[in-house]
């Protein structure tokens, strides 16, 4: 095909909080696919937190990006050129294993044909995809959320956590919002989210927390560990449902002990669970969870906010952005006009 493609390598591991000298931009020929593969042009790339546990070198859940390779992370594009069965051109794909550039040869097994009569093509990133499928399995699975139920969400604003709220709304439960501005928590409440707590503004985050759950947390959907977590930990309901989904909230010293106030009398007491959840335990069940999902956005049961940062040379700024809390919503970069 020729041209040229643009990419985002890691240029060094971060120490603390990573910054943009972490990555590095190149130019590379664009690549032709092979068999079973497909050429895609990326129109919306994807920044994630979980991107902060690829850039460290200590051991994780999935194989970390190396200095020097590619930038892992997802995109939404068009085949251009196809030597996959079931792929033409101008098909519109999704793909987690995209990487952070201009265009990606991709085998079929990875990529994932969106239907852009569901939604604009850039939820398959948002709502009605990873994020989205984590807020459904998180709550309805792993916690099985229960009618009349507190369910405290923090990043509540954010990709999983507006899925969340709307989803516990939805169910009869009482969701309440942890986020860290007045202008996310006002949004929240238009989601459905009964209460709030600004983690930022509370003088007393503990007490806060109480005052919003004066009944108790019976779940709490935990993305961010940290400080909200050792708060959150001291309201638990008796049953509670601990579900540890993220730590962005210790972005700045991910490769330290996570050393913090010790709970088993809580969760002794009030013979809580306390449970580590990964989305891609549930792949086999995508399908049934995006049906949903897409079917409740149809219906104008679920919003979907994004913040979209505009140019392939923004992925480290858009990246960053989620670690400040500066993003509003599901983080996008748009890479190229369709
Ligand atoms: N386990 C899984 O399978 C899985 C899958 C997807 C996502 N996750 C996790 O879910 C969490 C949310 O992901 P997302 O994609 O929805 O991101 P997001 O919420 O759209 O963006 C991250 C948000 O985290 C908050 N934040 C940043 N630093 C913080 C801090 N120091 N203390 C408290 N909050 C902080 C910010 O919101 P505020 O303005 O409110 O601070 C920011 O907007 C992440 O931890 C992610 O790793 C887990």
């Not at 994630?48 to 994780?60: L, Q, T």
């Not at 992925?315 to 960053?320: D, H, I, S, V, Y």
């Amino acid at each position: 095909m020729g041209g040229v493609n643009r990419q985002w390598v890691l240029a060094s591991h971060p120490k603390g909080m990573p910054d943009e000298s972490n990555w590095r931009l190149r130019e590379v020929p664009i690549p032709e696919p092979r068999s079973d593969e497909v050429l895609v042009r990326a129109i919306y790339l994807s920044v994630d937190p979980y991107m902060r546990a690829r850039i460290s070198p200590s051991k994780n859940y999935a194989k970390g990006v190396a200095v020097g390779e590619v930038m892992q992370g997802g995109g939404v594009g068009e085949v251009v050129r196809s030597r996959a069965p079931g792929f033409s051109e101008g098909d519109i794909v999704e793909s987690m294993s995209f990487g952070w550039q201009e265009h990606a040869v991709l085998r079929h097994e990875v990529a994932t044909k969106v239907d852009p009569s569901l939604a604009p093509i850039q939820a398959a990133l948002g709502g009605l995809g990873m994020p989205g499928l984590t807020a459904y399995f998180a709550l309805l699975d792993a916690a099985r959320i229960q009618p009349g139920e507190t369910v405290l969400i923090s990043a509540a604003a954010g990709a999983v956590g507006q899925v969340a709220g709307q989803i516990a709304k939805m169910k009869g439960c009482r969701p309440v919002a942890v986020a860290g501005s007045e202008e996310k928590l006002a949004w929240c409440r238009t989601l459905g989210y009964d209460a709030g707590v600004n983690y930022r503004a509370a003088p007393d985050l503990m007490k806060a927390i109480r005052e919003a759950c004066p009944n108790g947390v019976d779940v709490f959907l935990d993305n961010t560990a940290g400080p909200i977590h050792d708060a959150a930990m001291q309201s638990l309901a008796m049953r509670a449902r601990v579900i540890v989904c993220g730590r962005v909230a210790l972005a700045g010293r991910f490769e330290e002990p996570d050393i913090g106030p010790r709970f088993l009398d809580r969760i002794l007491t009030q013979r809580a669970r306390v449970q580590g959840f990964l989305v891609f335990d549930y792949k086999d069940r995508y399908p049934e969870a995006l049906k949903e999902l897409a079917a409740w956005y149809r219906d104008g049961k679920l919003q979907l906010r994004e913040d979209v940062i505009k140019g392939i040379e923004n992925m480290p700024k858009a990246f960053l952005r989620l670690l400040t809390g500066d993003n509003f919503g599901k983080q996008l970069v748009k890479v190229m006009a369709k």
